[in-house]
């Protein structure tokens, strides 16, 4: 009978198990790939009343947060590699109810990052059909186009879209190799080092309004820690493909943000419109602005290589967005169907169909409500920035508690990284009360339904079996032997 | 004689990490100018809060010495990271 049992909870995990083909390769690309739309847009939003030089600062402070997070992350995600990272970390460092804020934080982080990119992506294409006058139409038919055919390639399988990852990945760089040679032909150094330096009415407080927005050109990285479940060696392959991404990321951000405003006479420009629309299409915005831009081969080829950038971005979020959905559905967090896998190509199916219908809905709200892709990018930033925080929390816990956890790899810098970490997340935290655009009521909300859901609805419910919760029991009783 | 395998002094257990010298040299540095950025990041805040107070003789400077910080850290955390993997 205890032989049939064994049987029966083999076959329920292996129902929710996924493969672990994953590579070096495999997860630079995932980090690379991921986070290039940030080259490509969302950025250049930083640029309104700010200027060129408080962006340059922004990003590199942002550039700093994220090399010595990804760190930190490595030594979390080796330790604990389970799709569902955050939810993992939180429930093992201190009970259920922190690990839920993680993991519904990076959730939230995610699909709303995905929602900014489909439109973007939508933004790219309607542009490219007509330069002059792009229609929202177009923008919003070609973002649901690329919601439906990524849900597809994901059911697909991992490894094959692990492949395509790769080769858009390639696309998306030589994108912007192109974008820095044309945007070159009309290059100044006049254009980047303005006089005054930050503008005067704001001084640094320009930097400090940069920051929520130079956030979006590295945000969501840390997908590639959900990755650890399906990475072989993950102690080997996560931080160096981790580390690799992060190096290549700040050289791209550094060259496309000193080509981008050395290019055009007023950097505003590619924020927003001269009627106050905002801009989702920024590089192609230059192209169109400088002389070589008249020639229609360097804006399509441009732009048709850019979309390579936006759909490999959007490739890996949804990647990020179904699987953080699948870990909380796994583990009874979310409703149960979002844990189940396909039964022979080990996708999660339901998490990625229910995460492409909230991307769809929120493209389609597009058309009606014209601030969406500035409110998606600041809500997906600062929930991040959340559980960054609480992230390290659990890392401080868990490196007192339970030191024989981070034997496989261990972060340099170990007091001073965690530390610089927590001071520029709570930084960024803070002046988020100071931009434009009022995001925090909404982000509280989605907070207070997610915990409605918790406590109301699923705190009964978590599943024993999920291996997040399996960790912490582990943990549990480790501790319960010590101090017997 | 013993086969390889049956040496009793051999182990399965990963050898304990022992930093290069190079390493040992940049942790510290390293550590310090991310307490740089640190002090950096909350002189900006006082300074955007009190734009009179704690200024040096021109923007130009402060400008120059923010960035030189910040381009400093990025560079010394990459080289400390990237002989951190190759140790192991």
Redesign the interface.
């Known amino acids: 009978m205890a032989a049939m049992d064994d049987m029966e909870d083999d076959a329920d995990r292996q129902q929710h198990a996924l493969k672990r083909p994953l590579r070096v390769l495999d997860i630079w690309a995932l980090g690379v790939g991921v986070v290039i739309t940030g080259e490509y847009f969302g950025w250049n939003l930083a640029l309104k009343d700010n200027g060129p030089?408080a962006v340059?600062?922004a990003s590199?402070?942002v550039?700093?947060l994220y090399?010595?997070w990804v760190?930190a992350l490595s030594e979390l995600s080796v330790a604990m590699p389970f799709a569902g990272g955050p939810l993992a970390y939180g429930r093992r460092a201190v009970d259920p109810s922190l690990g839920f804020v993680m993991g519904w934080s990076m959730f939230l982080e995610c699909q709303f990052a995905t929602i900014a990119t489909a439109l973007a992506t939508g933004g790219y294409i309607a542009f490219l059909l007509n330069p002059a006058a792009p229609s929202p139409i177009v923008q919003v038919v070609a973002a649901l186009a690329t919601v439906g055919l990524f849900c597809a390639l994901q059911i697909w399988g991992v490894k094959e879209q692990s492949l395509v990852m790769v080769v858009m990945t390639y696309g998306a760089i030589l994108g912007l190799v192109i974008f820095w040679g044309l945007a070159a032909t009309n290059f100044s150094w006049d254009r980047i080092w303005v006089q005054?330096?930050?503008p005067t009415a704001k001084?640094?407080?320009a930097?400090?309004d940069a920051i929520p927005y130079c956030l979006w050109w590295l945000v969501i990285i840390e997908t590639v820690a959900l990755a650890a479940e399906e990475a072989h060696e993950p102690q080997?392959t996560i931080?160096?493909g981790l580390?690799g991404a992060q190096?290549t990321l700040?050289v791209l951000v550094v060259l496309t943000w000193l080509f981008a405003c050395g290019a055009v006479d007023d950097s505003q420009r590619l924020a927003v419109e001269a009627d106050g629309t905002e801009i989702s299409y920024p590089l192609a915005k230059v192209l169109g602005t400088i002389p070589i831009g008249r020639s229609p081969w360097a804006v399509y080829t441009f732009g048709i290589v850019a979309i390579f950038g936006m759909i490999a971005s959007y490739h890996g979020m949804i990647y990020g967005t179904s699987r953080q959905a699948f870990a909380l559905g796994r583990a009874g967090y979310l409703p149960a169907f979002l844990g189940n896998v396909h039964s022979s190509r080990r996708t999660p199916v339901a998490a990625l169909v229910v995460c492409s219908l909230i991307t769809a809905g929120f493209v389609v709200a597009n058309l009606w409500f014209r601030q969406a892709i500035a409110l998606a990018v600041l809500v997906s930033t600062l929930t991040a920035l959340v559980w960054y925080i609480l992230a390290i929390g659990c890392l401080y816990v868990l490196r007192k508690r339970e030191p024989q956890l981070f034997g496989k790899?261990?972060?340099?810098?170990e007091?001073?990284?965690p530390?610089?970490v927590l001071?520029?997340a709570a930084?960024g935290i803070?002046v988020y009360s100071r931009i434009d655009v009022k995001i925090i009521p909404l982000t509280t909300l989605l907070y207070a339904l997610g915990l409605c859901y918790y406590w109301f609805c699923a705190h009964p419910r978590i599943q024993a079996e999920a291996p997040e919760e399996v960790s912490a029991r582990q943990s549990t009783a480790e501790q319960v032997g010590q101090s017997c | 004689m013993l086969k390889p395998l049956d040496n009793p002094h051999a182990t399965n257990a990963p050898e304990p990490?022992r930093p290069a010298p190079r390493?040992l040299l940049l942790?510290p540095i390293?550590?310090a100018v991310?307490?740089l950025?640190?002090l950096c990041?909350s002189w900006?805040?006082f300074?955007?809060h009190a734009?009179g107070l704690m200024r040096l003789a021109s923007?130009?400077i402060e400008?120059m010495i923010?960035?030189g910080v910040?381009?400093a850290?990025?560079v010394l955390?990459?080289v400390?990271?990237?002989?951190?993997?190759r140790d192991?």
Not at chain 1, 409 to 413: G, S, V
Request: glycine letters at 2%; charged letters at 15%.
């Open positions: 030089i340059l600062i590199l402070v550039c700093v090399l010595t760190l005054p330096l930050l001084g640094w407080q930097v400090l080997r931080p160096r580390i190096l700040i790899y261990r972060a340099p810098l007091r001073t990284l530390l610089t001071v520029l930084v803070y | 990490e390493r942790e390293g550590a991310l307490l950025v640190v990041l900006m805040i300074t955007a734009p923007l130009e400008v923010v960035v910040l381009v850290a990025l955390v990459s400390v990271a990237l002989l951190h993997t192991r």
